[in-house]
């Protein structure tokens, strides 16, 4: 499936299959260097959210998958898969376009419920991001 004539490389399915099978905490991904396709960056198994952040550049845009785990009220635990969307204001304005337009491309090749876009920092937060994985639980 392609959008914008940009191309979903076969690992990027690969990735997060295994991500939904614990093999990873988070996936990211990117255009590779003539926006022609979204190839996988970087895997982690690193549980730890502020990690997570450090992979979104201020001045890049990128698309993310990672495992949320946390507690309801009555103490259990639950997953969300979030679908994370990152186009900050400093990114070229033709980076921001290719990835908007090949942002469902890679979305509905996931089949991804959850999705975060962050414009800046503040909307990365894990309580934001949090809140809203609480608001789209089944």
């Not at 614990?22 to 260097?33: D, T």
């Not at 970087?42 to 993310?64: I, M, N």
Request: net charge negative; hydrophobic share 35%; aromatic share 10%.
């Amino acid at each position: 499936m392609q959008s914008s004539g940009v191309a979903v490389a076969d690992d990027c399915i690969t990735s997060y299959q295994d991500l939904m099978k614990r093999k990873h905490k988070f996936v990211v991904y990117g255009l590779n260097p003539k926006f022609t396709e979204i190839v996988v960056l970087k895997t982690s198994e690193d549980p730890d959210y502020e990690v997570f952040l450090k992979e979104f550049p201020h001045d890049q845009c990128r698309w993310a998958v990672y495992d949320l785990e946390y507690e309801v009220e009555d103490g259990g635990k639950r997953n969300k898969v979030l679908f994370v969307y990152w186009s900050p204001g400093s990114s070229s304005v033709k980076q921001r376009m290719v990835y908007s337009a090949s942002n469902n491309a890679l979305k509905s090749r996931l089949g991804v419920a959850v999705e975060i876009q962050g414009n800046d920092e503040d909307d990365l937060e894990f309580v934001t991001v949090l809140e809203k994985a609480k608001r789209n639980s089944r």
